[in-house]
């Protein structure tokens, strides 16, 4: 089930931010959306996720447009980590990540055993399976990241769009969370995540997607994106291109470049 954008223009007030936008994110694939402060890399995920309407331009999941999904089915299939998680009320952890499944259950419906198990693997998945006795006022920056992450894959969404998910995590944390989103594209998944950091973005994601000013600049496998000119021309950056122990091409910025 592909999700993809084609000729794609929002505006947040009276300044557009995205112009002209068109790409196709596959499923099995992790996409990274790299790009300079302000270059429109939340906005076109949260208009992925359905959560911002386009000025023009449409958001298509397979043949549908993603505006005339059911709000309901909408959340089954895509699941969005926001860039600044909150939790606006005291609950236990797993009672939060249960949350997750309310797309799934009818209305004043108890959990059910499929429930269960989905919050369970969702826990166990984020490593937060010894928070799930705790509340949220007892938790961590980077734990309360790590539950909410839990909570969107509770609801086991054929699409994984997080906005930032790194920000708040430890390094031993970010590895491990890169890796799962991995694994979630080796099941099948489709995983679009916003990144800042050009070497992670390198070994975790198949494509990139280089916005600036609100305009593709590049997107292809990572190999090629990831690139020397496509990195000048986003964000003004020289690069030196190092393999690592896999073999993968690494871009690491040395300076900016020379008008």
Do not use: M, W, Y
């Given at each position: 089930m592909e999700l993809s954008v084609s000729d794609l223009a929002v505006s947040l007030g009276a300044r557009r931010v995205?112009?002209?936008?068109?790409?196709?994110?596959?499923?099995?694939?992790?996409?990274?959306?790299?790009?300079?402060?302000?270059?429109?890399?939340?906005?076109?995920?949260?208009?992925?996720?359905?959560?911002?309407?386009?000025?023009?331009?449409?958001?298509?999941?397979?043949?549908?447009?993603l505006a005339r999904i059911d709000p309901r089915e909408r959340a089954r299939l895509i699941g969005y980590l926001p860039q600044d998680p909150t939790v606006h009320w005291n609950i236990g952890v797993r009672d939060l990540v249960a949350l997750g499944r309310l797309p799934h259950r009818s209305p004043f419906a108890g959990m059910s055993p499929e429930d269960d198990a989905a919050v369970q693997a969702a826990l166990d998945a984020t490593d937060t399976d010894r928070l799930a006795a705790r509340t949220a006022d007892q938790l961590s920056g980077g734990e309360r990241a790590r539950v909410l992450l839990a909570r969107v894959l509770a609801g086991t969404p054929q699409w994984l769009l997080a906005d930032e998910p790194l920000a708040s995590l430890d390094p031993v944390h970010q590895i491990a969370l890169l890796d799962r989103l991995r694994a979630l594209a080796g099941e099948g998944m489709g995983v679009v995540i916003v990144l800042h950091d050009l070497i992670q973005a390198a070994r975790a994601a198949d494509d990139v997607l280089l916005l600036n000013q609100g305009r593709v600049i590049a997107f292809g496998p990572a190999g090629e994106a990831l690139a020397h000119q496509p990195l000048r021309q986003a964000f003004g950056v020289e690069v030196m291109i190092v393999p690592d122990e896999q073999g993968r091409l690494l871009p690491v910025p040395i300076g900016r470049t020379r008008d």
């Open positions: 995205l112009e002209g936008v068109s790409a196709a994110f596959r499923p099995a694939r992790v996409t990274a959306i790299l790009g300079p402060n302000g270059s429109g890399k939340s906005t076109l995920v949260k208009t992925l996720a359905g959560l911002l309407d386009a000025d023009a331009g449409q958001v298509r999941l397979d043949t549908r447009q």
